[in-house]
């Protein structure tokens, strides 16, 4: 799993206006080189940290939220800062309010953020090369094959919360 190290990671804006934290680190890290990620992040891949989202802390400012159409149907709605306009988290309709999946790039410890997963591979734009020893699949693949146990008891523990059994 990626070098996480503390398990308090702050995160800001490019302005500063939104800064966060996460209480603990993430369940997994992903790397999606979908092209609709390709498109809403102007760039190869999106990098996401995937938290609880009750252990993400807003420290200021406040986030605009921006609901935007997925590949899946579900929707997903992306926080951004109202003032420069950068894409702190976004949540998507399939995990809806409870998990939270962290622009890599808005942690200030970032380098310690590389992927656990390449996902959507079949359309990774040509030039980039994925030699970082995470598994890649051309789709999706099973959280329970590939995730470490404390992370699957974690979102256990989140989809119990969903179902109000928690």
């Not at 800001?12 to 939104?18: E, I, Q, R």
């Not at 609709?36 to 400012?61: H, K, M, P, Y």
Request: net charge neutral.
């Amino acid at each position: 799993m990626s070098d996480q190290g503390s398990s308090i990671h702050k995160g800001k804006c490019t302005c500063g206006h939104v800064s966060y934290r996460l209480t603990s680190d993430p369940l997994f890290v992903h790397c999606c080189h979908c092209t609709w990620c390709q498109r809403e992040t102007g760039t190869a891949f999106a990098l996401n940290a995937i938290i609880e989202s009750d252990r993400v802390d807003l420290l200021s400012g406040e986030v605009e939220i921006v609901d935007t159409p997925s590949a899946s149907g579900k929707g997903q709605r992306i926080s951004r800062c109202p003032i420069c306009r950068v894409a702190v988290w976004s949540n998507y309709g399939g995990s809806g309010d409870l998990a939270r999946f962290i622009r890599v790039g808005t942690l200030l410890d970032s380098h310690r953020f590389s992927p656990d997963v390449h996902i959507f591979s079949s359309t990774k734009l040509p030039w980039v090369v994925i030699d970082d020893g995470a598994p890649v699949f051309e789709e999706y693949y099973s959280s329970k094959e590939l995730w470490p146990e404390a992370s699957l008891e974690r979102r256990r523990a989140m989809i119990a919360k969903q179902k109000g059994t928690g």
